[in-house]
T-cell receptor, first 116, second 116 residues
Framework: DTGVSQNPRHKITKRGQNVTFRCDPISEHNRLYWYRQTLGQGPEFLTYFQNEAQLEKSRLLSDRFSAERPKGSFSTLEIQRTEQGDSAMYLC??????????????FGPGTRLTVT | AQTVTQSQPEMSVQEAETVTLSCTYDTSESDYYLFWYKQPPSRQMILVIRQEAYKQQNATENRFSVNFQKAAKSFSLKISDSQLGDAAMYFCAYRSRTSGTYKYIFGTGTRLKVLA
């Protein structure tokens, strides 16, 4: 296992289109996080899963965003009816649960979304 | 709600010198984790160092060490013998240990430039 992977790495879409991103976490990690990062800012929490359960979702996340983690393995993040303000880097991270969670998260390379 | 503040948008250091990056946070909790993450240009974020709030001893990892002042809610990162490869964005992050939420809260980052 070589770490957290995300696909695609870059996505250009037109306003109003739907997009879906995929994240494959480190195989033994049961927590998976999604973040949004804009230029010059820190990662902004969107949502996280423990196994297949979505435990928390940011109040800032509009109804156009949805995430899934079927079977507690990979996760997808879908944005419907994209807007120019959705342009950002979308980061995925995974971690172990329990005391091992104190070891921190491991991040993927991100998916850069550009909405034209 | 917890917040993390990094008041230095940018710092510079001469190669082989020492630099300290500042981070303050606000929380009403007594048990939590603090992290420093490094994000090199166009590369993925990696964990630099972590600190558990119940431990008084400051964490160290090779050339990286922290100054954790719990009462002052301060968590600074010291980089000794700075190297060109240390140039990156550095983010401070907080995670609760007891509130039942496992989300991470990040600061806005400090861009570190290393001068040859």
């Amino acid at each position: 296992d070589t770490g957290v992977s995300q696909n695609p790495r870059h996505k250009i879409t037109k306003r109003g289109q739907n997009v879906t991103f995929r994240c494959d976490p480190i195989s033994e990690h049961n927590r998976l996080y999604w973040y949004r990062q804009t230029l010059g800012q820190g990662p902004e929490f969107l949502t996280y899963f423990q196994n297949e359960a979505q435990l928390e979702k940011s109040r800032l996340l509009s109804d156009r965003f949805s995430a899934e983690r079927p079977k507690g393995s990979f996760s997808t993040l879908e944005i419907q009816r994209t807007e120019q303000g959705d342009s950002a880097m979308y980061l995925c991270a995974s971690s172990l649960a329990g005391l091992a969670g104190a070891l921190g998260q491991y991040f993927g390379p991100g998916t850069r979304l550009t909405v034209t | 709600a917890q917040t993390v503040t990094q008041s230095q948008p940018e710092m510079s250091v001469q190669e082989a010198e020492t630099v300290t990056l500042s981070c303050t946070y606000d929380t009403s909790e007594s048990d939590y984790y603090l992290f420093w993450y490094k994000q090199p240009p166009s590369r993925q974020m990696i964990l630099v160092i972590r600190q558990e709030a119940y431990k008084q001893q400051n964490a160290t990892e090779n050339r990286f060490s922290v100054n954790f002042q719990k009462a002052a809610k301060s968590f600074s990162l010291k980089i000794s013998d700075s190297q060109l490869g240390d140039a990156a964005m550095y983010f401070c992050a907080y995670r609760s240990r007891t509130s039942g939420t496992y989300k991470y809260i990040f600061g806005t980052g400090t861009r570190l430039k290393v001068l040859a």
